[in-house]
T-cell receptor, first 117, second 112 residues
Framework: AQKVTQAQTEISVVEKEDVTLDCVYE???????LFWYKQPPSGELVFLIR??????QNEISGRYSWNFQKSTSSFNFTITASQVVDSAVYFC??????????????FGKGTLLTVNP | DGGITQSPKYLFRKEGQNVTLSCEQN?????MYWYRQDPGQGLRLIYY???????QKGDIAEGYSVSREKKESFPLTVTSAQKNPTAFYLC???????????FGDGTRLSIL
């Protein structure tokens, strides 16, 4: 069975600090997809990134970067020079590629990030 | 603009009452999903639909029902059999499996 663990329930930082959100996953499939979503106070989930299991290249998008390591089953998310607008709940999620499971997205419990001015 | 519209934003249910949450998308996506979110919890899948006239149970389908008569619409009914319906409900869609899901703004359901 697939599982996603976000051990950090809440993180609080001061603006301009760098912050890393951890995500550890479990799956028996060799082909799978990992996602990060942001949920601001308004409630809607906003898609940030998708990676497949065969692509371990790290990715950078502006102040956001992602570190995917299959050896440790981790897909961590770093925000550089955090801003107050980054305050939100961040979810890591996993979907498997095979059979009926490919429609199912398993979410972690989320990390509440608060960036203080 | 393309997107997903959920209504109403807030909904109150009386004991023994069925209520229906609306979800409409104009993204031309084949797949649609319903999730339930409880405080401090991740999202849990209630039902999903791959194509019109087809839908599958997710992890917590008991007490819920859905229909998919049109590609654009995927309403969720919370029946009286759902004993703990108070939660935030999110609808999503995707063009294909394993592709990013697009989410609506959610409906917050409470018991009167």
């Amino acid at each position: 069975a697939q599982k996603v663990t976000q051990a950090q329930t809440e993180i609080s930082v001061v603006e301009k600090e760098d912050v890393t959100l951890d995500c550890v996953y479990e799956t028996r499939d060799t082909t799978y997809y990992l996602f990060w979503y942001k949920q601001p106070p308004s409630g809607e989930l906003v898609f940030l990134i998708r990676r497949n299991s065969f692509d371990e290249q790290n990715e950078i998008s502006g102040r956001y970067s992602w570190n995917f390591q299959k050896s440790t089953s981790s897909f961590n998310f770093t925000i550089t020079a955090s801003q107050v607008v980054d305050s939100a709940v961040y979810f890591c999620a996993l979907s498997e590629a095979g059979g009926g499971s490919n429609y199912k997205l398993t979410f972690g419990k989320g990390t509440l990030l608060t960036v203080n001015p | 603009d393309g997107g997903i519209t959920q209504s109403p934003k807030y909904l109150f249910r009386k004991e023994g009452q069925n209520v229906t949450l609306s979800c409409e998308q104009n993204l031309n996506h084949d797949a649609m999903y319903w999730y339930r979110q409880d405080p401090g919890q991740g999202l849990r899948l209630i039902y999903y639909s791959q194509i019109v006239n087809d839908f599958q149970k997710g992890d917590i389908a008991e007490g819920y029902s859905v229909s998919r008569e049109k590609k654009e619409s995927f309403p969720l009914t919370v029946t009286s059999a759902q004993k703990n319906p108070t939660a935030f409900y999110l609808c999503a869609s995707s063009i294909l499996p394993n592709q990013p899901q697009h989410f609506g703004d959610g409906t917050r359901l409470s018991i009167l």
